[in-house]
């Protein structure tokens, strides 16, 4: 019987446990943080064994195969030592692909990951079986366990791609790249472009690649490290043949000489940045043969995602925006790019190594007072200082929430878009962006 050993006990990691379990593997969950009484009860009810507050290395180093949950960093001196004995170390989307024959579709990209991935299964929902996995919801593997999907759409981050090895994907979708998490990459932008990439290493040309032709690292990239599979770029500048494009107001998707045109008026959800996510979407769908009219309905029913651009309440003609989801500069400039009125901004957490400058011309525009939002708050005093009247520090989201509402005006917008993760302050931007809008229910 081979061993699996699982390193980490949250959605991923305790998916994976009962999918190794399920194909006969001897299963071993090991966390060293405290694993959730939810997940204890999954794994005691199926008598997997765990252990958490620990990493026992007598129970781990004599392991067929790890998979290690993405939150684990490759430095970490357990993770050396298992790659040093030569044990193979897989993420859970390549563990768990393998025991399905499913038609899967990857979504990586440093921004818009959640939405496009939640709007590309909104779409394909309405025509066909499919799960939506990966970094959101339910785990892929334990997906695979209770009810195998035909088809599923996976949400992939680079640290899930770093651990792939075989993971192949039918249509692998590119959104963009910009500096991000570059503290698990030695902080070489490089090594981090590099790993989104992998999403097509082992496409052949019956796979698809779909990617935005607008982003210089992404097409710089392709022409020095092509890669096999079908191109199909999307982009709002340049007409495309095979692919998508903006003509005028109307998104137009061609694939195999079948052309689908939609007018971006009608889209649910708001900003430049959305018609590249509606675009890659709806080119998944055009691919997998969904229908045009429910293409065009989908796009314009979809409700959005929470934490991202989140409209919570209209106070007193302001309204409040949780952007909670917002963990780095990139995500953020799209933001304040959608601003529409005088924003009060609240920002701030730890920071990733982040240089603020593509931020300044909105800040300048758009900004009229920052909150800062976090632990350590000099590298944003230092950057935006002097570039708005008003600018207040504090540690409590209830206390930013009260200042916002003192300095806003009607007709203005206050936008929770911290550019940073959440971690200083919070467990996750989850638990941040729920606790706005509590506090702003509680004004």
Request: overall charge negative; hydrophobic content about 40%; aromatic content about 8%.
């Amino acid at each position: 019987m081979k061993r699996l050993v699982v390193l980490g006990g949250g959605e991923s990691g305790v998916g994976t446990a009962l999918l190794g379990r399920a194909k006969g593997y001897d299963v071993f969950v090991s966390d060293k943080g405290q694993i959730k009484d939810k997940y204890k009860e999954v794994l005691i009810h199926n008598e997997i064994e765990f252990e958490d507050g620990e990493h026992s290395q007598e129970k781990i180093l004599n392991a067929d195969i790890v998979m290690k949950s993405p939150g684990i960093p490759n430095k970490a001196p357990l993770v050396k030592h298992i790659r040093a004995i030569g044990i193979p170390i897989v993420s859970e989307i390549e563990f768990a692909s393998k025991f399905t024959d499913a038609t899967l579709v990857a979504i990586t990209g440093s921004n818009g990951k959640t939405t496009t991935a939640s709007l590309t299964h909104h779409v394909l929902k309405q025509d066909m079986k499919v799960g939506l996995a990966g970094n959101i919801g339910e785990s892929f593997a334990k997906q695979i366990v209770e009810n195998d999907y035909p088809n599923y759409v996976l949400e992939v981050s680079s640290f899930q791609l770093d651990d792939i090895h075989e993971f192949k994907p039918k249509i692998a979708v590119l959104l963009n790249i910009t500096p991000d998490h570059l503290d698990r990459y030695d902080y070489e932008f490089e090594n981090y472009i590099q790993s989104k990439f992998k999403i097509a290493q082992n496409q052949t040309q019956d796979d698809y690649f779909i990617y935005d032709a607008d982003d210089p690292v992404i097409t710089n990239w392709l022409v020095k490290h092509p890669v096999q599979s079908t191109l199909l770029p999307f982009s709002l500048i340049t007409p495309i043949e095979n692919g998508a494009y903006l003509d005028n107001d109307n998104i137009k998707i061609t694939i195999d000489n079948n052309q689908i045109i939609m007018p971006t008026a009608n889209l649910a959800l708001e900003g430049k940045h959305n018609i590249k996510n509606a675009m890659a979407a709806s080119t998944v769908a055009h691919l997998l043969k969904i229908r045009k009219q429910t293409i065009r309905e989908s796009l314009e029913n979809f409700q959005g995602v929470e934490h991202r651009l989140e409209h919570v309440l209209k106070i007193n003609k302001v309204q409040y925006i949780n952007d909670s989801k917002a963990t780095n500069v990139n995500a953020t400039y799209y933001a304040l790019e959608s601003m529409d009125a005088p924003t009060v901004w609240i920002v701030g957490g730890e920071d990733k190594g982040n240089d603020y400058q593509e931020l300044f011309q909105f800040v300048n525009e758009k900004v009229k007072a920052i909150i800062c939002l976090g632990v350590d708050n000099e590298k944003l005093m230092d950057n935006f200082g002097n570039m708005v009247d008003i600018i207040v520090e504090t540690q409590f989201v209830s206390e930013a929430v009260k200042i916002a509402y003192k300095i806003a005006e009607a007709g203005d917008n206050v936008l929770l878009s911290p550019a940073c993760a959440s971690f200083d302050l919070f467990e996750n931007y989850e638990d941040r962006g729920r606790q706005f809008k509590d506090a702003v229910r509680n004004l």
